[in-house]
């Protein structure tokens, strides 16, 4: 009698439960994917046998297969956790061996300012220049910065008004042509913070004086300081705006005002650089009959500032924050895609490593090719089916006990031929 029948389901079976074991104490594991037990037939047959009398010795485990469906993802807030959103593989570096793989987006930052997962992994990616450009090519592990932003001094302004067509104008008839402490002597004025070298603020004031119909004066101060003058001393305009008959666009200045800001000292007492050559766009001002508002007004300097905190955009670009508002890239995330994701060979730690069956690695950004768009301060959940697990649980236990009957079959089978006299 052959109990190879029966051994076989239960070594099957077994296998089975331990497949679904491992995925039911996955189902919280983040990044984690689930396994299928696949199973085959066996037959014996003679080297030359053949017909369709042949019974089967049994079952035998094929072989378990990853399944690399999606998984739920779920928001955390913190900002260091990605996930993927579609696909692709994060890469991580080991200090000792091969790049491995993961689907698990729980990362922070080490004291060096290395990306890092839980197994102190590195993530993989391009580096930014000093600049804020990518710099693509070998991915390398990505590395934070610590050092604060340098200084930008202002180049360019940008304007856009309206200024009351309604209103009468301002030019005094005897003295100087404005008096910047006496508001009768213009219409209108607005504030503007710009920077020099040192990244100083320089507080640049604009009025403006309604000198004729369709014609208006700008006066520019620099921290109180006029920017022009005539040959008596008293303030020049800087430039003068003329409009159409229908307020719009302006016909004049044609083009952008170049205005050199001079040396001053600020209301710390600071002594401020000059700053030259700034252009002045004031092709966004209009004079209808509306009051005045300044609806834009803005400039490219800024201060020098410290690092605060970083923040990961869909398309894997790293953007440093500093303290002064400003941001600029510090690296971008590489992904990885393969073939056939089922060759892969896990590692343990949520990692995967790329083997002969799993083809070589393609890789990119997210959200371009296969790679999906990443999701910052968020995680991707296992894609185990709890509730399925658990049926298929109760029915791998029935399968063994089934398989065990057989045995048991046998075995009675048996002892009746043994007991024959």
Do not use: C, H
């Not at 834009?296 to 670009?317: H, K, M, R, S, W």
């Not at 090719?369 to 298929?392: M, R, Y």
């Amino acid at each position: 009698m052959s109990f190879q029948q029966g051994l076989s389901g239960l070594n099957a079976t077994s296998k089975n439960l331990q497949v679904i074991g491992n995925n039911v104490a996955n189902a919280n594991t983040y990044g984690a994917k689930s396994s299928r037990a696949e199973f085959a037939d066996m037959y014996a047959t003679a080297l030359n046998g053949g017909g369709s009398t042949n019974v089967g010795i049994g079952v035998n485990l094929a072989a378990v297969a990853q399944q690399f469906t999606q998984g739920n993802i779920s928001a955390t807030g913190n900002p260091l956790d990605l996930a993927i959103n579609g696909g692709g593989f994060f890469q991580l570096s080991n200090t000792n061996g091969p790049v491995t793989y993961t689907r698990n987006g729980q990362f922070r930052v080490d004291r060096e300012g290395f990306v890092v997962n839980n197994q102190g992994q590195q993530l993989m990616g391009y580096p930014a220049d000093g600049t804020g450009t990518i710099q693509p090519g070998q991915a390398r592990a990505l590395q934070m910065p610590t050092a604060g932003i340098t200084p930008n001094a202002s180049s360019e302004i940008s304007m856009e008004m309206n200024l009351d067509a309604r209103v009468a104008t301002t030019v005094p008839a005897v003295g100087p042509p404005i008096n910047f402490t006496d508001p009768s002597t213009y219409n209108n004025a607005t504030t503007l913070t710009l920077y020099d070298a040192k990244g100083q603020d320089v507080a640049v004031t604009y009025y403006f004086q309604k000198a004729a119909t369709d014609t208006w004066n700008v006066y520019i101060t620099a921290n109180g300081t006029p920017l022009a003058t005539d040959v008596n001393g008293n303030p020049a305009a800087s430039t003068t705006i003329n409009f159409p008959a229908n307020g719009g666009t302006p016909v004049a200045p044609v083009g952008p005002v170049l205005l050199n800001i001079p040396a001053s000292t600020n209301a710390a007492g600071a002594q401020t650089l000059a700053i030259t050559g700034v252009e002045l766009d004031l092709s966004g001002a209009t004079q209808y009959g509306a009051n005045f508002g300044v609806t834009n007004l803005t400039q490219d300097g800024y201060a020098p500032g410290q690092l605060v905190g970083i923040q990961f955009e869909t398309n894997g670009i790293v953007m440093a924050r500093y303290s002064n508002g400003q941001s600029k890239p510090a690296g971008q995330i590489e992904l990885a895609t393969f073939r056939n994701p089922q060759g892969l060979q896990p590692t343990g730690g949520n990692d995967w490593a790329g083997t002969f069956a799993s083809g070589d690695p393609v890789v990119g950004v997210p959200g371009n090719g296969n790679t999906g768009p990443l999701q910052a301060g968020a995680l991707e959940e296992s894609n185990v089916d709890l509730t399925a697990e658990l049926v298929n649980m109760i029915v791998a236990q029935r399968i063994y006990q089934a398989n065990a009957q057989t045995i048991k079959t046998q075995d009675q089978v048996l002892q009746t031929l043994v007991n024959l006299r």
